[in-house]
DNA sequence: ATATAAGATATTGTTGACAATCTCGCTTAT
DNA sequence: ATAAGCGAGATTGTCAACAATATCTTATAT
């Protein structure tokens, strides 16, 4: 029998420095728009840089790195409007989601929407966490339950592992935006419901509608925090 | 001065690679599930494990390849359900592009899409091609032309850098679509032309209602044919 | 003093060799 | 005869050295 390692030892040593390396991003450790030399990430993770250049490539393809030929690579930096686009782009994505959530998600997954709903309940009465950064590490709050319950493989790669990630980095250049009033949290609670209603009366279009109207007024309102203009009494139009 | 060299040398080895093979799986001459040896790959194009290896990762990042560790990669499978979860994302991301594009648009743009859309009546006028799976390597078609009107870089990115190349690999297993009735053409042309309209008109959910109506119709009639069910008076709600 | 150009230095790009792992064929025992 | 176990071959994973390119420093000329 084999001394059971540290490192959880996936296979590939590409595969751990990915990990490590788009951990460090998403904690900020890595900072937007630093630049990183491939020696010193190597002796960071004690690798040799063939493995880490293969893991690099692999960020970049998520978008977490940006390289210049001959120059190197940088942590991403998203700019206000990067951030806007990113969750116009994600209404797209999760509304859709949303709809084919309501055509093929099992009984029993739309009871878990509901165990996650009144989770999330507590939990926001508790510490009013932010909603729309919220750490998705752990792959079972609402939304990533409504996205996978879609059982569409390319939304399920595109959401979680493109889009939410880039949203985490995001979360570090905009720590002030966790004010979120009571009454905020409060209708957010109204905005899930009324999805969750959708999907179990497995109407599709008010399933996405509802989605959207949630993305759409969550962004509305962060946007305008975001950039100091009063928040105007947000419409949330589908 | 310098002797002009064949390959145009667009800097880094490992883009070369990665454009050739992607070609490659592109034009069917790598068939879909094929399994790919490194040694094999170096050898064909000439160049080290290295930068090949570094290539595969970026493919694999944008799901052409698929590998299992120790064992190798495989050129991407795709299913029929593969293909219709495909293009239902595309309606999402198509549609959003949209309605993005009817505000974000320049008027110059716009009428860059009448000038396609007439291209494109003579083009199937003349040989009737099929739409679905359009080459888009010019870039310049009327639906890269709207995803680009959108100025959303995710969008972007995902659509032409992810969806399209995946769509193009279907072409190579369902040649036998080409069918493709006089009459259905005829109807594409008025759907595009209804999208252009609201687009002209700035009217953002007109678009975007446009551009799914007249995917969703596409998609149904597709799958349609391709699992051999009768079309039935395919209804385009969007 | 400033701007330009040439060289030194550091970093990225590439290569071939070495180690770890899997696959397939062969032997052997029931 | 068939199945389990072993070993040879092939393939993937990793590493350290070499070449190409960019960046920074320094010297020189205006």
């Given at each position: 029998m084999r001394i059971m390692t540290l490192q959880p030892a996936s296979g590939a040593l590409v595969d751990q420095i990915v990990a490590r390396l788009e951990q460090a991003i998403l904690t900020g450790e890595l900072a937007q728009g630093q630049k990183l030399s491939e020696q010193t990430l190597s002796d960071r993770f004690g690798v040799s840089r063939g493995p880490l250049r293969e893991a690099i490539r692999t960020l970049e393809?998520?978008?977490?790195?940006?390289?210049?030929?001959?120059?190197?690579?940088?942590?991403?930096?998203?700019?206000?409007?990067?951030?806007?686009?990113?969750?116009?782009t994600r209404e797209a994505l999760e509304g859709m989601a949303s709809r084919q959530a309501a055509e093929n998600m099992t009984l029993h997954e739309t009871r878990q929407l509901r165990v996650r709903l009144a989770a999330f309940e507590d939990?926001?009465?508790r510490e009013g966490v932010d909603g729309v950064f919220r750490v998705r590490s752990a792959g079972d709050d609402l939304h990533t339950l409504i996205v996978?319950?879609?059982?569409?493989?390319?939304?399920?790669?595109?959401?979680?592992?493109?889009?939410?990630?880039l949203l985490q980095i995001c979360r570090f250049q905009s720590t002030a935006v966790t004010l979120?009033?009571?009454?905020?949290?409060?209708v957010v609670h109204r905005?899930?419901?009324?999805?969750?209603?959708?999907?179990e009366r497995r109407d599709a279009d008010a399933a996405e509608a509802a989605m959207r109207a949630h993305l759409v007024a969550s962004r509305t309102i962060l946007m305008a925090q975001l950039r100091g203009e009063p928040p105007a009494t947000a419409v949330a139009g589908a």
């Open positions: 393809g998520r978008q977490l790195l940006e390289r210049t030929p001959f120059s190197g690579v940088r942590v991403v930096q998203l700019s206000l409007d990067d951030l806007e686009q990113l969750l116009t939990s926001y009465r996978r319950g879609s059982r569409n493989r390319w939304l399920i790669d595109i959401i979680c592992n493109e889009l939410y990630p979120r009033t009571r009454q905020r949290i409060e905005e899930h419901e009324a999805i969750i209603v959708a999907i």
